[in-house]
């Protein structure tokens, strides 16, 4: 059994966990919070392709109906909890660190942290079955735009605000940088999923530093 | 219908397509070759979840004992076509271009092509989903880590042969580069199915130069 209270708060969508039972979530909407969570434990217990609404009502409290009234099954339930767990997550690394380049570094560490639980594995191992679903899911592929376009309009923000504040080179292009940066730590969390025994990603990580090490100011060597 | 002779020579593991009848490939095991062409026909007719081992003998010309007597089952096609669709992709990388930021340009070039058709778009579905069965699957896992191990040691080689002939630049590490690499192309990859409508993909393959261009000796700005 995995608690999803145990899963931290690494950003689930674009990072390993979230959606968990944080009080900044439950001010918002403490029902829609509610079935999110609820959402966030059937997908790591049962992953996407084994989910049924009866799992997600499994996990939730309440009464199911709550659940059909509100959403339009399982896909929306799972699309509706990507964007929710996207916009957690934007929230943390935004309201919690204000430097350009420490907010940089911390957006990586938390989409690539250098080991993950169990909980977070499965998180993980979910998205990345929700991603490969989007060639045939429509629904799913209009969130994961939303959700990708999300993180690199925040990469390309820091890029801008860190150019200003001198800390990130003047010739960096923030926004193709981000789409580069979007497109590597996505490859990343894929390639890691691919040969989960080689973990912790001590060499990636490496790599991505050396990548954000270029990307400063004071960088020439 | 996808003709698998229409798909191209994109590299069908790490690129567009590819394990089509191209004659260097019956030189080798005409048999195996035929099997693998009517796995690779499968996968992209029918994607992976829904794909039988019936599903393949039927665009198997000869007897379905054959395949029987080869291979243990569905899977074990699966694997042994991405090795052989890997090591046709390696083959033509090496064999047809020398120098080297010719060839590191080609073979970004091949793994995400402005456009792909049909039977192309097909394959890399495919190949994600099989990417995303790699956590539940060690056959595959192990198979992925052989892909992605590959086409890192490609570029690494590249890229050593390009410092030394001075197209990329001294302080370029070749390993770590291709680790990002590696990593940078899997993610275009697999947001660029994530969002099918959008193609071309011409403002990622611009992002994917400008990551080119830095790694060359006259790079800087």
Known sequence: MVDADDAGNGGVVVAGSGATGDADTETDDPLKAEIMRATYRALIEQGYSDLTIQGIADE???SKSLLYYHYDGKDD???SFLGFATDRFRREIE???DDPEAQLRALVDQLVPESLDEGEYRVQVALLELRSETPHNERFRQQYAVVDDALK???ADVLRR???SGAFATDVNPDTEAEV???LLTG???LRLSTYERFPVAETRAALDGYLDRLLADSEA
Chains 1, 2 share one sequence.
């Open 181 to 183: 940066l979007v497109s």
């Open 162 to 164: 860190g150019i200003e």
């Open 77 to 79: 339930l799972i699309a």
């Open 95 to 97: 309201v919690e660190i």
């Open 60 to 62: 939730f409290p309440k």
């Open 153 to 155: 309009s925040d990469i």
């Open 188 to 190: 990343v969390r894929t």
